[in-house]
């Protein structure tokens, strides 16, 4: 079965509520009703219904079976104030002063997961990845012991002798620009934790990736890879990962065994954690456009309810794909 098809039998075993606050978003609004009639998820745009009915004629789609809720005059918005005051009581927040944030409908939708109202929330096709994170990180914050927010592509291969039967996991491409070691072995058990619940991955073979391996270069960059390493082990110690590795090593058998031997991740490798954001982001994107691999993401990792971001080059399908994840990852 293809990765999305896997995920969509996951989100449809349990059909999750979906809230997506770019209501007036043309491919948003076309995505909606999609992603309803395929049974991956109830899903609620956000915004004045007049206006999102208007443009929903416009191109042609009909949202009969997709819900509008309009912040501005939602009978749940006192309460939503009320609990987003004790929220951010520490910062001082007023009740003024949240019903002003909740015009920003980010906001309105982080409060619908938070208040039980949505499972997960869906955005970024207008707005940046720092817009969506922040409201996320203010009002539904990380999982218990998580200390870092980050973030996964799920890459699928051609070549099915990649990773997971052509399935692989990149991470961090999208949040932590420059992680530290402690940072670097959070992403490695969250994106370990994303193979196994999201892509079916049964046992997650983590490499830690560098420019050398097992000691082949000197480096203070290598040197928080294998401290990363070291860390992650202790955090976890039965998860199968090792490191550092080239890619080369953590991908091809022969060359793992070459430059790794004895090593169970080296050459068999499913899911790839990178150095830094540079490394990340550009590596998914040359295995996206010189490899032909499908791209899924970016996948948000740590939070304590499922909100992911889009591209703000996204089409309806990616749209549709991303609620499918945020589904998934409610329902695991």
């Given at each position: 079965?293809?990765l999305?098809?896997?995920?969509?039998?996951r989100?449809?075993?349990n059909v999750r509520?979906?809230?997506?606050?770019?209501?007036?978003?043309?491919?948003?609004?076309?995505?909606?009703p999609?992603a309803?009639?395929?049974?991956?998820?109830?899903v609620?745009?956000?915004?004045?219904?007049e206006?999102?009915?208007?443009k929903a004629?416009?191109?042609g789609?009909c949202l009969?079976d997709?819900?509008?809720?309009?912040?501005?005059?939602d009978e749940k918005r006192?309460?939503?104030?009320?609990a987003?005051?004790e929220i951010?009581k520490?910062k001082g927040v007023?009740p003024?002063?949240?019903?002003k944030?909740?015009?920003?409908?980010?906001y309105?939708?982080i409060?619908?997961v938070?208040m039980g109202?949505a499972?997960?929330?869906?955005?970024?096709?207008?707005?940046?990845?720092?817009d969506?994170?922040?409201?996320?990180l203010?009002i539904?914050k990380g999982?218990?012991?998580?200390?870092?927010?980050?973030s996964?592509?799920l890459?699928e291969s051609?070549?099915?002798?990649?990773?997971?039967?052509?399935?692989?996991?990149?991470?961090?491409c999208?949040v932590i620009?420059?992680?530290t070691a402690?940072?670097?072995?959070g992403?490695a058990?969250a994106a370990?934790e994303?193979?196994r619940?999201?892509?079916?991955i049964e046992?997650p073979?983590v490499?830690m990736?560098?420019f050398?391996?097992?000691?082949?270069a000197?480096h203070?960059?290598?040197?928080?890879?294998t401290?990363?390493?070291?860390?992650a082990h202790?955090?976890?110690?039965?998860?199968?990962?090792?490191?550092?590795?080239?890619?080369?090593?953590?991908?091809?058998?022969?060359?793992?065994?070459?430059?790794?031997?004895?090593?169970k991740?080296?050459g068999?490798a499913?899911?790839?954690?990178?150095?830094?954001?540079q490394a990340?982001?550009i590596g998914?994107k040359l295995?996206?456009?010189?490899?032909?691999c499908n791209a899924?993401g970016?996948v948000?990792?740590g939070l304590?309810?499922?909100?992911?971001d889009?591209s703000?080059?996204c089409s309806?399908n990616?749209i549709?794909?991303v609620i499918?994840?945020?589904a998934a990852?409610a329902?695991?």
């Amino acid at each position: 079965m293809a990765l999305m098809d896997n995920i969509m039998a996951r989100a449809r075993a349990n059909v999750r509520h979906i809230v997506l606050p770019e209501g007036n978003e043309p491919r948003t609004i076309q995505a909606a009703p999609i992603a309803v009639k395929e049974g991956i998820a109830k899903v609620t745009l956000l915004g004045n219904a007049e206006e999102i009915q208007a443009k929903a004629k416009e191109l042609g789609v009909c949202l009969k079976d997709v819900a509008i809720v309009d912040p501005a005059r939602d009978e749940k918005r006192p309460a939503y104030i009320e609990a987003l005051c004790e929220i951010r009581k520490s910062k001082g927040v007023t009740p003024e002063q949240a019903d002003k944030m909740l015009n920003d409908f980010l906001y309105y939708g982080i409060m619908m997961v938070k208040m039980g109202d949505a499972d997960g929330m869906v955005s970024g096709a207008v707005h940046s990845t720092g817009d969506v994170l922040r409201p996320a990180l203010q009002i539904i914050k990380g999982k218990k012991g998580i200390k870092s927010v980050s973030s996964s592509f799920l890459m699928e291969s051609p070549n099915k002798n990649m990773g997971e039967n052509g399935v692989v996991v990149f991470s961090d491409c999208a949040v932590i620009p420059c992680p530290t070691a402690e940072e670097l072995a959070g992403i490695a058990l969250a994106a370990a934790e994303t193979a196994r619940g999201l892509c079916g991955i049964e046992e997650p073979k983590v490499a830690m990736l560098s420019f050398s391996t097992k000691g082949s270069a000197k480096h203070e960059l290598v040197d928080k890879v294998t401290q990363a390493t070291q860390m992650a082990h202790e955090m976890a110690p039965e998860l199968c990962l090792d490191g550092e590795l080239q890619l080369d090593a953590a991908l091809v058998p022969e060359v793992g065994e070459l430059k790794a031997p004895g090593s169970k991740v080296a050459g068999h490798a499913n899911v790839l954690v990178f150095p830094d954001l540079q490394a990340g982001n550009i590596g998914y994107k040359l295995t996206q456009r010189f490899g032909n691999c499908n791209a899924f993401g970016p996948v948000m990792q740590g939070l304590a309810a499922p909100v992911n971001d889009l591209s703000r080059g996204c089409s309806v399908n990616d749209i549709v794909s991303v609620i499918a994840i945020t589904a998934a990852q409610a329902n695991a």
